[in-house]
C-alpha cells in the first residue's frame, strides 16, 4: 500500500505465496481488505492490529470478490457446481449465500449502487441481473446486455458504477500479434503547463 500522491514509503499489507493468491476489493468504509490466498476468500481487517481471517474456506476456488456499495455483501465467482458461477454472500460472512449466474460466470459487478450486477457469460456476453439489497438478497433473472466484439484477454474488464461504460482488452484481429495493454502512472508529470 503507498499514498496515491507517491508520497512515503510502501507499506506490505499481506505476503501471498500462490500464482493465483491476489488482491481482490477494500471495503467502501476502507477498513477492509479482501483477499484470495490458496483458493479462499480472505479478509484483512485495516484497523487495531490489522488480523487476516477466512471468509469463505472450501475445496472450490473462490476468486474475484467485489464489495457491494454498501459494503454489506459481497460478490465472488466459485467451481462450487463444477463450472464457475457467481455468488452473493452476506458480509460479514453468514451461512447464507446465493448463486447468481445461471450458466457460467465469469467477473461480476456491482453497478447502479448496487441494485444490479453484471458479468461476463459465455461466448462473450455480457450478462446483467437485477438485485435488491436489504434484510435479505434478492436477484432476478439474468439478462443478456449485449455480446463483446472479439475475445478478452485474461478474462478481465471493468465497468463503470452507474453501468453505462465498459471496458475491455481485447485481442487483437490478428492473432500472430500479442496484445498489450499499458497503464500511464503519473501521467500529469509529464504534461507541461503553458506559459
Known sequence: MKDASGAGAEELLQRVQGVNDHPNDWSPDGKTFLYVMNGDLWALSMTGERKSYPVLSQPFNERRARFSPDGRWILYTSLETGKTEIYVQTFPP????????????????????????????????????????????????????????????????????????????????????????????????????PR
Open 94 to 193: 453468514s451461512a447464507s449465500k446465493w448463486q447468481v449466474s445461471i450458466d457460467n460466470g465469469g467477473y461480476g459487478h456491482w453497478t447502479n449502487n448496487g441494485s444490479e450486477i453484471v458479468f461476463d457469460g459465455p461466448g462473450g456476453k455480457i450478462m446483467a441481473v437485477d438485485v435488491q439489497l436489504g434484510s435479505t438478497f434478492k436477484a432476478g433473472i439474468p439478462h443478456q446486455l449485449f455480446q463483446v466484439p472479439g475475445t478478452i484477454v485474461g478474462g478481465r474488464w471493468d465497468v463503470t458504477t452507474d453501468g453505462k461504460r465498459f471496458v475491455f482488452p481485447l485481442a487483437p484481429a490478428n492473432s500472430n500479434v500479442r496484445a498489450a495493454l499499458t497503464a500511464v502512472l503519473n501521467w500529469t508529470a509529464d504534461v507541461k503547463r
